[in-house]
């Protein structure tokens, strides 16, 4: 800062000398650590009708079929009883949170035929002409 001269009104003069002084001293130091987010791997075990996230360690899941959260479903698998769009969200240990790519589950049909008719035996699982997206 340095040496600074006054005059005021009056006759009063001088100087003053400024300077800076450390009167504390503050260092601080911290460790950020990044958790991966969860990879979350889907498989479909068709004979099982049984969808399983490949990561197990999750703390929670939430499992999705068309859009709607499936009830009671929150563990690592999940019962795919119904036809449409499949996928899980994860939270692992450390508060990271993931989404899975998409299963598509077809319905299960039986087709018979009968003096050349060809028929199903549950007509519900029939989608003419309606999108499942």
Request: aromatic share 10%.
């Amino acid at each position: 800062m340095g040496n600074l001269p006054f005059n005021i009104a009056g006759g009063t003069f001088g100087s003053i000398d400024i300077s800076l002084q450390t009167q504390q001293l503050f260092n601080d130091t911290d460790t950020v650590v990044v958790y991966p987010m969860p990879e979350i791997v889907l498989a479909y075990d068709t004979a099982a009708a049984e969808i399983c996230a490949g990561d197990t360690t999750l703390v929670s899941y939430t499992w999705y079929n068309n859009g709607d959260t499936v009830p009671m479903a929150n563990g690592p698998c999940v019962n795919a009883n119904a036809p449409g769009l499949w996928w899980s969200a994860g939270t692992n240990g450390f508060g990271c949170f993931g989404v899975s790519d998409t299963v598509v589950v077809c319905p299960s049909l039986a087709i018979d035929h009968d003096a050349g008719v060809l028929f199903v035996d549950d007509v519900s699982m029939l989608t003419l002409g309606r999108s499942m997206a």
